[in-house]
């Protein structure tokens, strides 16, 4: 079935003695005011992983190959990726053809696509947009913890140079990135009927991004990202017909702490909110009962466990 309405919504993801997103340097991400904020990438590449792991189609993810003449290792290109998914693709391939096997990947039906391969030049607008999350709670540390390697490093040219090597984890103490999302199906009416069966964006292609928002950072167990984890989301599903369009959401969100539990304030968004009801078809809030409260003040909205 495919979906006709617009969705607005915010993720909330809490990193505990973790590094959530690190640039080239192993610190936080932080722009020149020193504001920790997180990429749109770093929180899409669980939800890739979950959707690959569950058997879905997933297109623009690393994997890796033997290269040709050797028994390295090596990442494959995006033609060689296509190709593992889609089969070979060579000039005469139909343009039709391969947004149909684009739409088909579970990442390029919500996330979109740029695609320029055998003088196939595609670019899709994802259905589903999702800002730079940044970091909302104002007490966050940034801690260097300096770990020992069980090997020495043969390229070591100081005088302890038989000393086992001697490495660097980056973690913040406590953080809590809040991104904004929206949802518009308008965004691939343009591709109906250039490929054959294609219809728009689909209920269940928003379905699986809808789980994965909820679930797939808190999944995602890797050494830097052990301790993050999806702590609330939240979705604003308006009318087919309405004309109600909603700036980043975030900026109305505050984050402290209340007791032993994370605050997410949305009382300033419930007022946002309070004028458009007529506009707006549901609200759906989700949450870990556990660690997380929620102040919706005003907000109509369902709540439910995030797990």
């Known amino acids: 079935m495919i979906k006709n309405n617009r969705v607005y919504g915010i993720i909330g993801v809490g990193a505990y003695m973790a590094n959530f997103n690190a640039d080239l340097s192993g610190y936080p991400k932080t722009t020149t005011n020193n504001d920790i904020f997180g990429s749109d990438k770093a929180l899409k590449y669980p939800m890739k992983r979950m959707w690959l792991i569950e058997g879905e189609p997933v297109l623009y993810i690393k994997s890796m190959k033997n290269s040709e003449g050797s028994d390295k290792m090596q990442p494959r290109d995006l033609n060689e990726r296509y190709t593992l998914l889609f089969g070979a693709l060579d000039e005469r391939t139909p343009s039709g053809e391969v947004l149909g096997n ?119 167990n890797t050494n830097s990202k052990s301790g993050c984890e999806n702590e609330l989301a939240l979705f604003i599903e308006l009318k087919e017909d309405s004309k109600l369009f909603l700036a980043n959401l975030d900026r109305y969100v505050e984050v402290r702490k209340k007791e032993k539990q994370t605050l997410y304030d949305l009382s300033k968004l419930a007022e946002i909110i309070a004028p458009q009801q007529e506009e707006i078809q549901s609200i759906e809030l989700f949450h870990n009962p556990i660690s997380v409260r929620v102040n919706y003040g005003s907000l109509p909205c369902t709540v439910n466990s995030i797990f």
Do not use: W
């Not at 030049?121 to 994802?126: K, V």
């Not at 259905?127 to 999350?133: E, F, L, P």
């Not at 953080?175 to 999302?181: C, E, G, I, L, N």
């Not at 964006?201 to 991004?209: D, N, W």
């Open 102 to 220: 684009l739409f088909s990947a579970t990442d390029v039906m919500n996330f979109g696509a740029t695609f320029a391969e055998k003088k196939q030049n595609i670019s899709i607008t994802g259905a589903v947009q999702i800002n730079q999350g940044f970091n909302l709670y104002e007490k966050t540390n940034v801690l260097a913890q300096d770990i020992l390697s069980p090997f020495r490093n043969p390229n070591d040219k100081s005088e302890d140079k038989t000393a086992t090597s001697i490495g660097t984890k980056i973690v913040t103490d406590e953080a809590h990135y809040v991104y904004s999302f929206s949802v518009n199906p308008a965004n691939y009416a343009d591709y109906v009927g250039l490929i054959d069966g294609f219809e728009g964006y689909t209920i269940e292609a928003y379905e699986k991004f809808k789980r994965a928002a909820r679930v797939a950072t808190t999944a995602f």
